[in-house]
Every structure is written in structure tokens, then in C-alpha cells.
């Protein structure tokens, strides 16, 4: 039930209040000072003419694609209410109701996301959010530092105009080995309209030699502590960084970073931090395509991002402006240039990637979701392993979520610097077809997925996944199967969830 009622340049917005069986809740909003639902309420804001029906609305939509000309291609009425409910005034129903949700919340949610999701907490009447990562990923072991932690730290200032000011800080250390790395970043960003953004990063960090960072620390944890394996391949960098960001019309953007850093080897223990845990422990770097562990070195990079969004749009709220999502693809376009010689790089290459990412909603027959990548480089004078060309693959049971992954493939196997290569993520979501069955009542979703990786005519692989998503809300698992050029089978069940 909908009810909207004329009072001195106000309206009320009623849903969500339980009263007679109606459920209602008060929204206190600015909106029109009349209101006509009869014949005239059609004649008169569907006058194409009348372009000024359109200055009294709150809600402002800002395209350079498109131009409003009517009421009927612009807005209709059930918009504008959900737009005013996001800016609405907190009246005394709300605030019961929001500590309801609140005791609920700290009683079985706050747990879990402290654990396993992480933490987001706000101050709205200061525009001010501080966010820290769940405790499994911050206390972790692993062969090369033993028992480690690493605590994210990200502090977040909004101001009036649109603007925001992001404080990071990084900081992790390996009890056993002693290795220290710490790192700060600062973002600011604004729009006015359009977005713009500029960033600074200095310290130290310890990375993995695959820039996708497919290997969870806390589920190699967990292997290495049951099974003694270790998947985590990783390398000691320090770096200074600085990147800047601007929007040259509404979903085109155009990024630009440039990177310093010195790389350096960091080895296997000589003395495990829990004992016999060294049998099966391979040396600290991918032994697929290395047969020794790479040299110190420096390195300068430039990287340039055009990403478009094609056809797309911002509404404005108040002072804040939002982008509101499009049935067209998102083009991404990056490109890396070394630069030899600079504060003595080593480095000496140029590679190249453009992406196609695309999701089309056929209401109840389902949702497929599509991200394709072409790519390769174009010289190789100077090629270090972590500037490789690298996939999202995985060898655990259990992982962390995403749609463009290999969930069977060893993490370095296909790793190259070839000059093309082609990727191709496929998944459809079925939804229609189970409405009069338990999966449906449940909210469980089955997904089929058809993922290829293409290199040369020696080199390929495809892989095939059948999969339940949305499993008690958090948990998706997945049936795996995989073929390489050789006809070698990569195959096996995961279970995947954000949690890790």
C-alpha cells in the first residue's frame, strides 16, 4: 500500500509500519506542493514542451548521452519515491525499528563480520567511516615468515561537496623471520562534476608473484597446517607510487599510475616455526616456470587505464551523485610501459589488455554474465616473473568468490609473456526454472559456467563448472572440470564464499 498525503509542501511516504496488517513506515520528505492524480496529473508533466516541470523535482539526472524530454523516458513516480525514501529524515517509527535491526545486529551479525567479513563503521552526522579487515586474515602462518599478522587499516572523511579523503595504513610482520613491512596510502577524489581523484602510496609490502593474488592467506594456512603445503609464493617490495584518475565525460575515465619499486627475495626458514613441517615444502618461488629464485631488482612502471561505461548516467541527491547501472558493456583498456633506466630499472617491456565485462538480466529466465580479455606484450627485453601475464586460478577446496577465476587450474601452470593471449568467462544464473521447487523457497540459484584460456595452438586450456549459489546466503559450491591441450584433467569440488 502506497499513501501520499499534501501537507504544506510535504509528503508523507508510508510503507513498512505494521498497523492492521498494512505494513507502513514514515518517511518526512521535501517534495512537490501539490499533488493530481486524476487526467490533469498526465496533460501536464507530459508536455514535451515543458522542459521546467522537471527544476521542481529533487532528484536531477546528469547524462551527456541522452537528454530528458519527457516525463515517460526520464522518471516515472516510483523512482523518485525509492530516491526521496534514501534522503528521508529519521523520524521516531524509524528509530524504533532501526533498534530492532541494531540489537539483531550486534547480537549474531557483528561476530561474523568481525571474524570473517570485516568492519565498516560510520559516524554519518561527521561524514566520517573507518573500516579494518576480519581477524582470520590477520593472523596467519606461512613457510617464509611463520606465524605472521597483517592489520588493514582504512580511515575515510566525506565532505558536502562530493569530495573524499582516504587514509590507509598497512602493516604486517612475520614473528619467525622477523620481516617488517609497513605501508601508507592516501586517495582524494571529488566531482564537480565529473570524477577526479589522486593518490599517493609509499612503505613497503610483501606481494605474490601472481599479480591477481589468488592464493588466500588464511585457507594456505590451513594447508600448511593439515597437509604441510604451500601454495603462497611471495616476494618483498619497496615501493613509491602515485596515480591520478579523471572522468572525461559520464562512464569515461581515464587513469594514469606510475610505479618505483625495488624488489627483493625472501626465502624459506631454515627452521620451521612447528616441527617435521619440512618435507614437502617447495622453494619460495613458482617452480612451473623458474628453476631459481629471481635476483634483486628495480624497476619503473607506467600504467594507463581507459575504462568506458558505455551509455551511462548519474542521478543527483542532494549534493551526492550516483551512477545508475546500464543494459551496455563496460570497456576496459590498460596498458603497461616500463621505463628502463630510470633510478637504474631493469626493467625494459610493454604489454597491453582490453576487456570486455558485460551482464544482461533476462528476468525469470535467468542472468548471464560474460568477461572476455585479449592481451599480450609487445616487447620482452626485460620480463620479471611478477610481470608476467597471470590468471585468477586456484588449488584449494576452498576460496574466495569471483566470477572471471579458474577454479581448477594450478596457480602458475599457464603464467607467460607471450605476445597474445584470450580469455573467456561465461556464467548463466538460472532463476526461472525451479519457482514451484525448494531450491526456490531456499533462494538457492544454479549457475553453469564455461571459461576458456587461449595462448597459442600448444597451449590451451577450458574448463566447466555446474554450480549452487547463494548456499545459506554466504556459500556457493561448485563442480569442476578442466581440460588442457594434453587432455590432462583438472577437476574437483569447491566451495567458495567471500568469507575467505
Given at each position: 500500500?502506497?499513501?501520499?498525503f499534501?501537507?504544506?509542501?510535504?509528503?508523507?511516504?508510508?510503507?513498512?509500519?505494521?498497523?492492521?496488517?498494512?505494513?507502513?513506515?514514515f518517511?518526512?520528505i521535501k517534495?512537490?506542493a501539490?499533488y493530481?492524480?486524476?487526467n490533469r496529473f498526465e496533460s501536464?508533466?507530459?508536455?514535451?514542451?515543458?522542459?521546467?516541470?522537471?527544476?521542481?523535482?529533487?532528484?536531477?539526472?546528469?547524462?551527456n548521452?541522452?537528454?530528458?524530454?519527457?516525463?515517460?523516458?526520464?522518471?516515472?513516480?516510483?523512482?523518485?519515491?525509492m530516491?526521496?525514501?534514501?534522503?528521508?529524515?529519521?523520524?521516531?517509527?524509524?528509530q524504533?525499528?532501526?533498534?530492532?535491526?541494531?540489537?539483531?545486529?550486534?547480537?549474531y551479525?557483528?561476530?561474523?563480520?568481525?571474524?570473517?567479513?570485516?568492519?565498516?563503521?560510520?559516524w554519518?552526522?561527521?561524514?566520517?567511516?573507518?573500516?579494518f579487515q576480519?581477524?582470520?586474515?590477520?593472523?596467519?602462518?606461512n613457510?617464509?615468515?611463520?606465524?605472521?599478522?597483517?592489520?588493514?587499516?582504512?580511515?575515510?572523511?566525506?565532505?558536502?561537496?562530493?569530495?573524499?579523503?582516504?587514509?590507509?595504513?598497512?602493516?604486517?610482520?612475520?614473528?619467525?623471520?622477523?620481516?617488517?613491512?609497513?605501508?601508507?596510502?592516501?586517495?582524494?577524489?571529488?566531482?564537480?562534476?565529473?570524477?577526479?581523484?589522486?593518490?599517493f602510496?609509499?612503505?613497503?609490502?610483501?606481494?605474490?608473484?601472481?599479480?591477481?593474488?589468488?592464493?588466500?592467506?588464511?585457507?594456505?594456512?590451513?594447508?600448511?597446517?593439515?597437509?604441510?603445503?604451500?601454495?603462497?609464493?611471495?616476494?618483498?617490495?619497496k615501493?613509491?607510487?602515485?596515480?591520478?584518475?579523471?572522468?572525461?565525460?559520464n562512464?569515461?575515465?581515464?587513469?594514469?599510475?606510475f610505479y618505483?619499486?625495488?624488489r627483493?627475495?625472501?626465502?624459506?626458514l631454515?627452521?620451521?616455526?612447528?616441527?617435521?613441517y619440512t618435507?614437502?615444502?617447495?622453494?619460495?618461488?613458482?617452480?612451473e616456470?623458474?628453476?631459481?629464485?629471481?635476483?634483486?631488482?628495480?624497476?619503473?612502471?607506467?600504467?594507463?587505464q581507459?575504462?568506458?561505461?558505455?551509455?551511462?548516467?548519474?542521478?543527483?541527491?542532494?549534493?551526492k551523485?550516483?551512477?545508475?547501472?546500464?543494459?551496455?558493456?563496460?570497456?576496459?583498456?590498460?596498458?603497461?610501459?616500463?621505463?628502463?633506466?630510470?633510478?637504474k630499472?631493469?626493467?625494459?617491456?610493454?604489454?597491453?589488455?582490453?576487456?570486455?565485462?558485460h551482464?544482461?538480466?533476462?528476468?525469470?529466465?535467468?542472468?548471464?554474465?560474460?568477461?572476455?580479455?585479449?592481451?599480450?606484450?609487445?616487447?620482452t627485453h626485460?620480463?620479471?616473473?611478477?610481470?608476467?601475464?597471470?590468471?585468477?586460478?586456484?588449488?584449494?577446496?576452498l576460496?574466495?568468490?569471483?566470477?572471471?577465476?579458474?577454479?581448477?587450474?594450478?596457480?602458475?601452470?599457464?603464467?607467460?609473456?607471450?605476445?597474445?593471449?584470450?580469455?573467456?568467462?561465461?556464467?548463466?544464473?538460472?532463476?526461472g526454472?525451479?519457482?514451484?521447487?525448494?531450491?526456490?523457497?531456499?533462494?538457492?540459484?544454479?549457475t553453469?559456467?564455461?571459461?576458456?584460456?587461449?595462448?597459442?595452438?600448444?597451449?590451451?586450456?577450458?574448463?566447466?563448472?555446474i554450480?549452487?549459489?547463494h548456499?545459506?546466503?554466504y556459500f556457493?559450491?561448485?563442480?569442476?572440470?578442466?581440460?588442457?591441450?594434453?587432455?590432462?584433467?583438472?577437476?574437483?569440488?569447491?566451495?567458495?564464499?567471500?568469507?575467505?
Open positions: 500500500m502506497i499513501a501520499i499534501n501537507m504544506k509542501n510535504h509528503c508523507l511516504y508510508l510503507k513498512h509500519l505494521l498497523t492492521f496488517g498494512i505494513i507502513i513506515v518517511f518526512h517534495c512537490y501539490f493530481n492524480f486524476y501536464q508533466f507530459s508536455n514535451k514542451n515543458n522542459t521546467n516541470n522537471f527544476n521542481i523535482l529533487p532528484l536531477k539526472i546528469d547524462s548521452i541522452s537528454l530528458l524530454k519527457s516525463y515517460d523516458d526520464s522518471i516515472s513516480l516510483g523512482t523518485f519515491l530516491h526521496t525514501m534514501l534522503s528521508s529524515q529519521k523520524d521516531s517509527l524509524y524504533l525499528y532501526h533498534t530492532k535491526f541494531q540489537n539483531f545486529y550486534f547480537k551479525q557483528l561476530p561474523i563480520d568481525i571474524l570473517f567479513i570485516g568492519r565498516k563503521i560510520s554519518e552526522n561527521r561524514l566520517l567511516s573507518f573500516e576480519p581477524l582470520t586474515h590477520n593472523f596467519n602462518i613457510p617464509v615468515e611463520g606465524f605472521k599478522t597483517n592489520n588493514k587499516l582504512m580511515l575515510t572523511k566525506e565532505f558536502i561537496n562530493s569530495s573524499k579523503l582516504s587514509l590507509g595504513l598497512d602493516t604486517r610482520y612475520g614473528f619467525n623471520s622477523g620481516t617488517l613491512a609497513s605501508n601508507l596510502k592516501v586517495m582524494y577524489s571529488t566531482r564537480t562534476p565529473y570524477y577526479k581523484s589522486i593518490e602510496g609509499i612503505g613497503t609490502q610483501i606481494n605474490q608473484f601472481n599479480n591477481e593474488n589468488p592464493v588466500a592467506e588464511n585457507i594456505n594456512s590451513l594447508y600448511y597446517l593439515l597437509d604441510n603445503m604451500n601454495y603462497l609464493k611471495i616476494y618483498y617490495q615501493f613509491i607510487k602515485t596515480g591520478y584518475t579523471f572522468e572525461l565525460k562512464g569515461l575515465k581515464i587513469q594514469t599510475k618505483y619499486e625495488y627483493e627475495p625472501l626465502s624459506n631454515t627452521r620451521y616455526p612447528i616441527i617435521g618435507t614437502r615444502i617447495l622453494p619460495n618461488y613458482p617452480t616456470i623458474l628453476n631459481q629464485q629471481f635476483t634483486e631488482h628495480a624497476g619503473a612502471l607506467l600504467k594507463i581507459l575504462k568506458w561505461q558505455i551509455n551511462s548516467h548519474y542521478e543527483s541527491i542532494g549534493s551523485q550516483y551512477l545508475v547501472e546500464n543494459k551496455l558493456p563496460t570497456l576496459i583498456l590498460n596498458f603497461t610501459q616500463a621505463i628502463p633506466k630510470l633510478f630499472s631493469v626493467l625494459n617491456f610493454n604489454k597491453w589488455d582490453l576487456q570486455a565485462i551482464k544482461q538480466n533476462f528476468n525469470q529466465f535467468g542472468t548471464l554474465n560474460v568477461h572476455l580479455i585479449v592481451g599480450g606484450f609487445i616487447n626485460h620480463v620479471e616473473i611478477m610481470d608476467y601475464n597471470h590468471y585468477y586460478t586456484n588449488q584449494f577446496i576460496n574466495s568468490y569471483k566470477i572471471a577465476s579458474f577454479q581448477a587450474l594450478p596457480i602458475y601452470l599457464f603464467s607467460n609473456k607471450n605476445d597474445f593471449y584470450l580469455t573467456s568467462f561465461n556464467q548463466y544464473q538460472i532463476k526454472l525451479f519457482n514451484k521447487t525448494s531450491i526456490k523457497k531456499w533462494d538457492i540459484f544454479v553453469l559456467n564455461a571459461n576458456f584460456l587461449y595462448i597459442n595452438s600448444t597451449k590451451y586450456y577450458h574448463e566447466y563448472k554450480g549452487l549459489e548456499l545459506f546466503k556457493t559450491l561448485e563442480f569442476v572440470y578442466g581440460l588442457d591441450q594434453n587432455n590432462n584433467n583438472y577437476s574437483g569440488i569447491r566451495l567458495l564464499s567471500n568469507f575467505f
